[in-house]
């Protein structure tokens, strides 16, 4: 984990070098107080020397105001630094995510996620300027003390103090395991807090129209409260630790005016050594102290850098880059005894076998839950099957470069998704170097050109967090654009407009037999009234395919979508099988 914490500091060698050298002279001339504390009890002692005392006032002076723009540069450049580090491991994540297979966000909620690229690496931030900082001028401070008092004031004294060093090193080690897994805890403390508030806003007009604010908070409070009783317990150890370490510099005070005494009644220490051994003392008390306040930092950070890498160390989804590259696509598709199952889940999908013609357009019916959104999903691979084959034009999904896959096909969804930004944005997304006539075009096709036109901004119009700013029709048009700008040779059509009123549905499903004309078209459907004149109906049920064929085929037979079909034509509420 350290080695690769230090990767991240490669390209900020210079700026690093220079910051650890400003902390070195910093901690250098921490050493001159005590230094000239001693020269001026040993040496000056006359009006004499009166003169020497003021220069050596004025040199003590320049040199801490010397002191004080090297903080500076450490605090400043040293920041800079850190954030830039920051910035780099937030990209690395953003990179990350963006390459992680649906079902890590089947498992993750996004608050959680939010949490781990910003509190998480904030910490790691902080980290990154004041580790090296703080340990390199503390560490400086230590020897360089330890030097001193032991060569220039008395040794014995000195090797006294530093040997209750391994004791307070002790302590530490023992508190720092409880503190790591307190500081852990609270983490993921943080993360159930965020993915609330993220879910609670999201949903916060269905909140308000069920008068469920209540809930809400109820639900915010049980997430606060484990976040609060997980920090308690950070505070508790940090309690333990810093009472306990900093006792134990109180005791060094207490050995070091115990032993002083004694030496000066053997002789072997003299006022002034002793009195300047004193003063020193702080050279040492001081950075060990600082290293104690400096731990809590530290846990916070290398439990965000921790959180940090189990993200970094998931495996990416396969895309199979080194696979065949699919040009001239025609649109035949065939499952050959496909079989599927999400990882914490019983079989989704049994052997399930379909044929769709190039062209031709097939449409899935059935009950919820019935497995028909899971075969939408598993021919662009957004789930790799368990058993059996997918082929796309006779090449089996398995050999096929799945982002050449992708860009075959196109998806219009029941749940629309639209980027908080334009409606041009939106719609160039399907072909991000479109022209300006390639997107009207998509949008007349769509049906919502003259919409945008009647709009102050036209197509630079805001349409708000997730489209809130326009009607379910409007946002299912825009999404149609933009297949149409991207001009797939498979389309897939999930439930596209379930959501809507009948009015509008059929506004749409105008557009939508546009987008579908010339293209192999997978359609989810449950009003059957969208589907009639499909090539192919499939009746999906239990995740097996029970029956397919054409419309009135499947009346002829009288069975599952026949009864189906009675179901919604005429009137029944019910029907068995």
Not at 88 to 97: E, I, T, V
Not at 133 to 156: H, K, P, Q, R, T
């Amino acid at each position: 984990m350290l080695k690769r914490f230090v990767h991240y500091y490669k390209d900020h060698k210079l700026m690093f070098a220079l910051d650890m050298i400003a902390s070195f002279f910093i901690a250098l001339i921490g050493l001159g107080y005590p230094i000239l504390t001693r020269k001026l009890l040993n040496d000056f002692k006359s009006e004499e020397d009166i003169k020497s005392i003021l220069l050596v006032g004025l040199a003590l002076l320049l040199i801490y105001a010397i002191r004080m723009l090297l903080r500076y540069f450490v605090q400043y450049y040293g920041h800079v630094i850190g954030v830039n580090m920051q910035a780099k491991m937030r990209s690395d994540l953003f990179n990350k995510l963006q390459k992680l297979p649906y079902s890590f966000y089947d498992e993750n909620e996004s608050g959680k996620i939010m949490s781990r690229i910003t509190v998480d690496l904030m910490d790691v931030s902080e980290l990154a300027h004041h580790g090296p900082e703080n340990f390199f001028i503390c560490g400086v401070s230590i020897i360089g003390s330890f030097i001193y008092l032991a060569v220039f004031v008395n040794w014995m004294l000195t090797l006294i103090i530093f040997i209750c060093v391994p004791i307070l090193i002790l302590i530490s080690a023992v508190l720092r395991k409880r503190m790591l897994n307190a500081f852990k805890e609270s983490r993921e403390g943080i993360a159930k807090i965020n993915a609330t508030i993220e879910s609670s806003i999201t949903g916060i007009r269905v909140t308000k129209a069920f008068n469920n604010s209540e809930k809400e908070l109820e639900k915010f409070e049980t997430s606060n409260n484990e976040f609060k009783k997980a920090r308690s317990h950070v505070f508790k150890y940090m309690g333990q630790f810093m009472s306990t370490t900093e006792f134990v510099t109180d005791v060094f005070n207490v050995i070091v005016i115990v032993a002083g005494g004694l030496f000066m009644i053997y002789g072997k220490i003299d006022s002034v050594d002793f009195t300047t051994f004193v003063v020193s003392l702080s050279l040492f008390l001081n950075p060990v102290n600082t290293l104690i306040r400096f731990i809590e930092q530290l846990q916070d950070g290398v439990t965000g850098f921790q959180r940090f890498l189990e993200i970094m160390d998931k495996d990416e989804e396969d895309l199979n880059l080194d696979g065949l590259v699919l040009n001239d696509v025609q649109g035949n598709v065939i499952l050959k005894n496909v079989s599927f199952n999400y990882e914490t889940s019983e079989e989704i999908l049994h052997d399930v076998n379909l044929n769709i013609k190039a062209g031709t357009t097939l449409a899935l019916v059935g009950p919820s839950g019935g497995g028909k959104t899971t075969i939408c999903h598993i021919i662009p691979a957004f789930y790799r099957i368990s058993e059996g084959d997918i082929y796309i034009d006779n090449h089996n999904l398995k050999d096929i470069n799945l982002l050449s896959l992708r860009e075959n096909i196109g998806i219009v969804q029941q749940d629309v998704f639209l980027f908080n930004g334009t409606i041009r944005d939106n719609i160039l997304y399907g072909k991000l170097n479109a022209t300006e006539e390639e997107l009207i075009e998509a949008s007349k096709n769509a049906d919502i050109y003259d919409y945008v036109m009647s709009l102050p901004n036209k197509f630079d119009t805001i349409v708000g967090e997730r489209g809130i700013k326009l009607s379910g029709g409007q946002k299912q048009r825009i999404s149609i654009a933009r297949v149409f700008l991207k001009n797939p040779a498979l389309l897939i059509l999930d439930e596209a407009t379930s959501a809507l009123d009948n009015a509008t549905e059929m506004a749409i499903q105008k557009s939508l037999d546009c987008l579908a004309k010339g293209r192999t078209t997978i359609v989810v459907a449950h009003r059957l009234s969208t589907i009639k004149n499909a090539n192919e109906i499939a009746y999906v049920e239990d995740g097996e395919v029970k029956e397919v064929g054409t419309h009135e085929e499947l009346l002829e037979k009288k069975n599952r979508y026949f009864a189906l079909y009675q179901a919604q034509f005429k009137g029944n509420d019910h029907y068995e099988i």
